[in-house]
Nanobody, 124 residues
């Protein structure tokens, strides 16, 4: 069974930082594409960062967010710095049991398994 459980969301003021964790029920292989996605009210779900061997980021978060993996703990991480109100959304982790290939970071349709999401709220 593939399960993903996010944690670490919360509320922060603009300019602050938050770290998200995604606990996986499986070994996080470098052959899998794992990512963090977000969905704001009234908007489509979009990718913010993905990783298999190397990390890739959406332009909107480049230089502020860092995605990483702790394979020993079977955990996907997202460190978010310099948060802005437009980062407010429900954040999800997801996995596709293939490598990331040439897919766009923002594309959310190719992922087979999703967590339940965690709310991130940034106030101005």
């Amino acid at each position: 069974q593939v399960h993903l459980v996010e944690s670490g969301g919360g509320s922060v003021q603009a300019g602050g930082s938050l770290g998200l964790s995604c606990a996986a029920s499986f070994y996080i292989s470098d052959g899998y594409c794992m990512g963090w996605f977000r969905q704001a009210p009234g908007k489509e779900r979009e990718g913010v960062a993905i990783i298999d061997i190397i990390p890739r980021y959406a332009d909107s978060v480049e230089g502020r967010f860092t995605i990483s993996k702790d394979t020993a703990k079977k955990t996907l991480l997202l460190q978010m710095n310099s948060l802005q109100p437009e980062d407010t959304a429900v954040y999800y982790c997801a996995v596709d049991l293939r490598d990331c290939g040439s897919r766009r970071v923002e594309a959310a349709l190719e992922y087979e398994y999703w967590g339940q999401g965690t709310q991130v709220t940034v106030s101005s």
